[in-house]
């Protein structure tokens, strides 16, 4: 996972768009879940360009919530996600899985500080 400076943006820097991912999780599974996400989904999103910025696992391993980002706007960043969703790669990837994430809650959100 790479790290981000925490830094502001200067002003001319590249425009940042940022996705917030909370999974309800089969707590039985979110150790293995959470092994399969960090050896083997986010190296193949960030060899697409996009950057993890953290994981966090709820107590009760029933919840994952995950802070994805890439460089470009809104539109840009959707794009790049429809490539990666529709890609043989994820495909490859997800063969075989088990049903780790029974529910999602994605959304675009705004880093303040």
Known sequence: ?????????PADAPERTTFMRRYTLD?????????????RVIP??????FTVESIWLSDGKDELTWFVSRFGDR????EAERAW??????????TDAPAYVTGKDLRAVTRLS
């Open 44 to 49: 193949a999103r960030e060899e697409r360009g």
């Open 27 to 39: 707590p039985a599974l979110a150790d293995e879940f959470v092994s399969f996400l960090t050896k």
């Open 1 to 9: 996972m790479a790290a981000l400076p925490e830094t502001p943006r």
């Open 75 to 78: 539109e840009e960043f959707a």
């Open 85 to 94: 969703e529709d890609s043989p790669e994820r495909a490859e990837i997800f």
